[in-house]
Structures are given as structure tokens and as C-alpha cells.
């Protein structure tokens, strides 16, 4: 039993009880203009605030609002500025700024543990 026991401590110090902030699935999200890879990183619902909408939405409603968004603002880059390690809650933070037709938006991530991973709770996109 004891064996049982190690071989499962191991396997969660591995592969972690929660997962990590997926930096790169949000650098890929925001320069390829993925509205739905960047929602699906969130829980049932998200806070998000985009110009011209503020408030929390079902992921489905908030992917078509995203995704508005980037169909006003096509192929800009995404710079990180900042990027915070975990709490011991589990919150973290990563700020960036999506660069579109000479303009900066300032993009802020929130995310929280989950039961078993870590979710995507609100999005900011604001202009600088």
C-alpha cells in the first residue's frame, strides 16, 4: 500500500496538481487573432472587457465578442510586460499589449486554480 501511495505522490509532484499559466497558447491567441483559444482557457463564465463591451459572459457570448474585437483590430502583434508567478492561492497575472495600426491595447489575463487546472477568470483588453 505504501508503494501505491509513493508512486501517486510522485506522480502528482510530476505533473502538478494545477497547471501552469499557458503563456504561449496566449501569445499564439493574440497574434493569430484566436479568439476561441483564448476563451476556452477560462471557466463557465469569463469576465471580459473589450472596448465597446464590459461584463461577464457565458464562454460562448464572450468568444463572439472577442472575436469582434480582433475582426476591428486584425494582425497586430503581442508583446508580454509582465508575467507574475503563481500564488499560493493560485492567481497569477500576465499583462501585455497587443499592438494593432499604431495602437496599443494593454491586455491583462487574470487566472485562478481550478480543481485540476488553472482557469482563465477575467480579460482586459483597454486601450493605452
Known amino acids: 500500500m505504501n508503494i501505491f501511495y509513493s508512486f501517486f505522490a510522485a506522480a502528482l509532484i510530476t505533473f502538478g496538481l494545477g497547471g501552469d499559466i499557458p503563456y504561449s497558447t496566449i501569445q ?10 483564448l476563451i476556452q482557457l477560462g471557466r463557465d463564465k469569463i469576465l ?13 457570448q464572450a468568444e463572439m465578442i472577442l472575436q469582434s474585437f480582433f475582426q476591428k483590430n486584425p494582425k ?16 497569477g497575472t500576465v499583462i501585455g499589449s497587443y499592438i494593432c495600426k499604431g495602437t496599443s ?17 477575467s480579460l482586459s483588453i483597454v486601450k493605452e
Open 28 to 37: 499564439r491567441g493574440m497574434e493569430s487573432n484566436d479568439a476561441h483559444a
Open 48 to 60: 471580459l472587457q473589450v472596448p465597446g463591451s464590459d461584463g461577464a459572459y457565458p464562454l460562448a
Open 76 to 91: 497586430g502583434s503581442f508583446i508580454f510586460r509582465y508575467k507574475n508567478t503563481k500564488t499560493a492561492e493560485g492567481a
Open 105 to 121: 491595447y494593454r491586455s491583462t489575463f487574470q487566472f485562478r486554480n481550478g480543481k485540476y487546472e488553472t482557469k482563465l477568470e
